[in-house]
């Protein structure tokens, strides 16, 4: 298994408290880490808030909040 996700309310908050708590960024590339706004291509098109976190034993987290269905254009 790569990591484990989680749906959470609050993606920054989350992910917040995980560093405070010890956990550490999981960077790739030029990203940091930091939470992002992902759209996701489908049938509807999905808007998502994401971050991914390292936890103390070297699991890999996914923090989401699905946004709902975003118009098309």
């Known amino acids: ?11 920054d908050e989350a992910y917040a408290r995980c560093l405070a708590a010890g956990g550490e960024p999981v960077a790739e590339g030029e990203w940091r880490g930091d939470p992002v706004t992902v759209h996701i ?4 098109h999905l808007e998502v808030r994401d971050a991914f ?3 103390p034993s070297g699991e890999i987290v996914e923090l989401y909040a ?8």
């Open 66 to 73: 699905p946004r709902g269905p975003i118009p098309v254009r």
């Open 53 to 55: 976190v390292r936890g």
């Open 1 to 11: 298994m790569h990591h484990i996700a989680i749906a959470v309310d609050d993606v």
């Open 41 to 44: 291509k489908g049938d509807p």
